[in-house]
């Protein structure tokens, strides 16, 4: 059931990282935060790449009673970076975590080598109250996917890794939500017309939530250290080759 005030509890932080206040204060995927708040009381990570998984991010959320979930493939990267062992799921799984009802959906590509089924990376149904928010992770349309029941769909809209505008929206129209907020999307990723492309493919009913703060230049960023990192190298392996020679 819909529950206007579970939409208004959900904050998009940047990219696909959303916060969702209430009497738990959960997120998901948290990267480019503001500040310091250690308020989390959980913290779901749908997969490892550096646009979802940000230990530094984390950090500034934990608190001492922090409960960190993510698929099993985490495991190992969560006790060392974060310090703290996470709750593993996997897909099809429910469980109560920290007084939340949470469920594990698959998320994955078809006919791409991103994001591998065999790797069993996740999207997760929240329960709040009465109300289903559903944030997919990076995912293709599937199977899985389709077959999710929720209020409050989260997906992405930017293409390249993961479904485009037009893809998205014919995913949200098999899911069938009340409210659907598009994120995931960028500069290099389907650019800023990507949530009104989504939105026109909508079916009627199905209102569109555009959150600003979707839209991301993390994969630029990332790209431009990358490539400032193989400067410094070579820069680095020039002058000692230079010193040995």
């Known amino acids: 059931m819909f529950d206007p005030k ?3 509890s ?3 932080i940047s990219h696909s990282g959303v916060r969702i206040g209430g009497e738990r204060v959960i997120y998901i995927d948290p990267v480019e935060v503001n500040g310091e708040p250690h308020d989390a009381d959980i913290i779901l990570f749908t997969h490892p790449h550096f646009d979802h998984f940000s230990p530094k991010d984390a ?3 934990m608190k001492g009673s922090t409960v960190i979930a993510a698929p099993a493939t ?3 990267m969560c006790s060392l970076l974060l310090g703290r062992k996470p709750e593993v799921l996997r897909p099809g799984e429910r469980r109560g975590i920290a007084g939340v009802q949470i469920e594990a959906v698959a998320a994955y590509n078809v006919g791409k080598p991103f994001h591998l089924k065999a790797m ?3 999207g997760y149904v929240i329960t709040l109250g009465e109300t289903r928010v559903y944030i997919t992770g990076d995912t293709d349309i599937t199977a899985e996917c389709r077959s999710v029941s929720c209020d409050i769909l989260m997906l992405p809209v930017g293409g390249g890794y993961t479904i485009n505008a037009q893809q998205a929206a014919e995913l949200a129209n098999a899911v069938s939500p009340h409210t659907v907020i598009p994120i995931h999307y960028g500069k290099l990723l389907g ?3 990507a949530p009104d492309v989504f ?3 909508l079916s009627e009913g199905i209102q569109a939530d555009i959150r600003p703060a979707a839209f991301s230049s993390i994969l630029v960023k990332m790209y431009i250290k990358s490539a400032a990192a193989i400067v410094v190298c070579g820069m680095l392996g020039y002058i000692v080759g230079r010193l040995m020679g």
Do not use: F, T
Request: aromatic share 4%.
């Open 10 to 12: 959900i904050e998009v």
């Open 120 to 122: 069993k990376w996740l």
């Open 59 to 61: 950090k500034k959320l």
């Open 191 to 193: 650019g800023s017309e």
């Open 199 to 201: 939105r026109s493919g």
């Open 74 to 76: 985490m495991l190992p």
């Open 6 to 8: 579970v939409l208004e």
